[in-house]
């Protein structure tokens, strides 16, 4: 599974690359911008630029998983999925989601790697995906505990909503809003990922059909949320102080903990 993420990235730079008229200054020049872009900040970042419309689609996944809870015929999609599930795949069982799962993200910071450049720096992009994190991963949690609904297996009272597939649509939408510019294909890839996330986790009975579509919405908003935010957390975080020594505070994910970093230029 390793060999064909990878393979898929590959093909898809070169596709990307092919477009592009050959630069020889910018390859000659590919490590200082690589340096700069790993190690400074600007003062600002390209804000989302997307249509208020975009927020609704997400915005009624979420309402129509939360309308699982007290209207009936939604939840009976839930059980009709359940069941055509375990007439058909009765002994399905992988963990490939995992791998999907965090597709777009790699995909993001592979392609910069390789000298496709998306639309903010290192530090930036690495913030915004930070932010998103939080937003994402701080409501799913709370969620989780306020619903108390029991997973399809039976396992435990935290299925909704699906906490894989939100992490999965929140990646996808980082990829869109760092690379949709450069090519349609990338947000393709991406939210392809995502929805295959979903389905497995319902095939695996890890979640019902609703918690899956609640947690693609929240993924979505998250990221968006986070791009219209960030400039202003950005703005007002990084500083130069009186001595001319520029300060920056953003957020950090490590070994399944949230926090926060500070950093000042010597």
Known sequence: MKKILFALLFIVSIKVNAQEIPDTIKKVNRLDTVKKDLFTAPDTVKKLHSNPLSLIPPAVAIAYGASSFFITPVRNVDYYFRDEIEKTNPDFHSKAETYFLFTPIVMVYGLNLIGVEGKNTFVDRTALLGLSGLIAGGTDEITKHLTHRLRPNGQDYLSFPSGHTTAAF????????????KSPIYTIIGYTAAVTTGIFRMYNRDHWFSDVVAGAGLGVLSTK???????????????????GKSAMIMPTYQNGAVGMSFAMGL
Do not use: D, I, W
């Open 225 to 243: 949320a986070a791009y219209l935010v960030y400039p202003y957390l950005r703005n007002a975080l990084t500083h130069k102080g009186k001595n």
């Open 170 to 181: 929140m990646g996808a939408e980082f990829l869109a809003q760092e690379y949709s510019e």
